[in-house]
Nanobody, 113 residues
Framework: QVQLVESGGGLVQPGESLRLSCAASGIVLRLAAMDWYRQAPGKQRERVAHISSGGSTNYADSVKGRFTISRDNAKNTMYLQMSSLKPEDTAVYYC???????WGQGTQVTVSS
């Protein structure tokens, strides 16, 4: 059974950095396409980053140049490195096995001074 568990969220000030983790079981991440999504209060869930099974990446325009998606095949874990955080990045962040109903439980990121 596929399980995805996010961690690493928290409260940071604008301009600071944070790294989210998504630990996977039941799948081999290096063979899978994966996504990071986020959902802010009152807004629709949006995809912010994608990594293909081949390692290609793409990003939403709102995070391009600030966020980096990656994975550690040995740890079977995916990451989202977030830099230069802004208050508008505040949301619950989720990892997802692309094009499936397998989602993590989410981790809260709050950017506030």
């Amino acid at each position: 059974q596929v399980q995805l568990v996010e961690s690493g969220g928290g409260l940071v000030q604008p301009g600071e950095s944070l790294r989210l983790s998504c630990a996977a079981s039941g799948i081999v991440l290096r063979l899978a396409a994966m996504d990071w999504y986020r959902q802010a209060p009152g807004k629709q869930r949006e995809r912010v980053a994608h990594i293909s099974s081949g390692g290609s990446t793409n990003y939403a325009d709102s995070v391009k140049g600030r966020f980096t998606i990656s994975r550690d095949n040995a740890k079977n874990t995916m990451y989202l490195q977030m830099s230069s955080l802004k208050p508008e990045d505040t949301a619950v962040y989720y990892c997802r096995l692309s094009a499936t109903d397998f989602w993590g439980q989410g981790t809260q990121v709050t950017v506030s001074s």
